[in-house]
């Protein structure tokens, strides 16, 4: 088969990552060619090295801001010279341009995954070009998580969703040595560690977890990966409150699988999620976790080691980091990394998208 995945920007993310790693799998077999439609290739290889030694295309369309409508025409005119078996579009840009210009062409095998429902729940204008665009282009709609899908299935009814959970692959992320990881990022051995990945951004809560360390013993350290355009009030706001020692800013990690291996505990506390695929990656490497209440998070984590959290609060997010790195309350008979086997793995997942093309 061939495969055309579209994306809004290939740039360090969840929905990114997610695609590259179904690339992974579907490229065995089919032709895979990755759409981003924004951005340049030269910007976005200097951005992401693991974009540089995949086993597909990838085409940038350069899409500046605002409604272009000579990003449909060169849709258009991909598909046509491609004649793809499966379009497959993520978040609503996509849906929007791509979808389009395959009703343009009587392309009719269309897929479009949602990854988070915040956008259409808090913005009238998304939700009705949402219905809109299910309505015109028929799309199987597909939903990353249970949450999600229950909140679609309320916002539109008229259109049947298929659920396949996010998974990622076991044999990348894998437990590993602390002492070999945390010499290979120079991180500090004599002191545990919480990570967190996220892009630098508001609403992944970075500043609740530098309130907390406030309350952390010193030998408890925070580690960041990710960048974005938040990195500089961050880095001021750890000055502010004299913790700027104990927080590492890594930036965009190559090897993500070390990361997760310097860890004692993972740690996201976002205000709004889909189903994130960074606690399944730290998981799969036996890494505990904590995370939010919100979204479909609750799906993501292994109920005996991991802890939910409501959001925004430090005082419950001091306690989940103080007895996660004590140990206390954890069911040391099971691992974080058998849940992601049995719930998140990449393999289950391509096979199920797969069944819908």
């Not at 976005?44 to 295309?57: G, H, I, V, Y």
């Not at 960074?278 to 609750?298: F, K, M, R, Y």
């Not at 306690?319 to 990449?346: C, G, M, V, W, Y």
Request: aromatic share 6%.
């Amino acid at each position: 088969m061939k495969i055309i995945e579209v994306v809004q920007h290939l740039a360090p993310g969840g929905i990114e990552t997610l695609v590259l790693e179904l690339q992974k799998i579907y490229s065995k077999a089919d032709k895979v060619i990755i759409v981003s439609l924004e951005n340049n290739k030269m910007h976005a290889l200097s951005k992401w090295a693991r974009l540089t030694n995949l086993q597909c295309e990838l085409v940038f369309l350069n899409k500046q801001p605002g409604l272009r409508l000579d990003t449909i025409k060169q849709l258009i005119k991909l598909f046509a010279r491609q004649r793809p078996d499966v379009i497959h579009t993520h978040h609503i840009g996509p849906l929007l341009y791509a979808g389009l210009a395959a009703r343009h062409l009587n392309l009719t095998s269309i897929i479009h995954t949602e990854h988070d429902v915040w956008h259409l729940q808090s913005n009238k204008k998304h939700r009705f070009l949402q219905k809109v665009l299910l309505s015109y282009i028929q799309p199987k709609l597909v939903a990353d998580a249970h949450y999600v899908g229950e909140a679609l299935s309320k916002l539109f009814p008229k259109y049947q969703n298929h659920v396949i959970s996010n998974g990622i692959d076991v044999e990348t992320f894998h437990p590993g040595d602390l002492f070999i990881a945390r010499n290979a990022l120079q991180l500090p051995q004599n002191v545990k560690i919480i990570g967190c990945a996220a892009r630098l951004v508001n609403g992944k809560g970075h500043p609740y977890l530098f309130e907390a360390m406030m309350s952390l013993p010193d030998e408890i350290h925070l580690v960041l990966a990710g960048d974005g355009p938040l990195k500089p009030l961050l880095m001021t706001l750890c000055e502010r409150l004299n913790i700027q020692d104990r927080v590492h800013f890594l930036g965009s990690i190559d090897n993500m699988t070390t990361f997760y291996q310097s860890l004692d505990v993972f740690c996201l506390p976002s205000e709004a999620e889909g189903l994130p695929l960074s606690p399944l990656e730290a998981q799969a490497c036996n890494i505990p976790v904590i995370v939010t209440d919100v979204g479909g998070c609750n799906e993501a984590v292994c109920a005996h080691t991991g802890k939910l959290i409501p959001p925004k609060s430090i005082d419950a997010l001091v306690n989940a980091l103080s007895q996660t790195l004590e140990k206390e309350d954890l069911n040391l008979k099971f691992r974080p990394r058998d849940f992601i086997h049995k719930e998140h793995s990449l393999n289950n997942m391509a096979s199920q998208y797969r069944d819908l093309m």
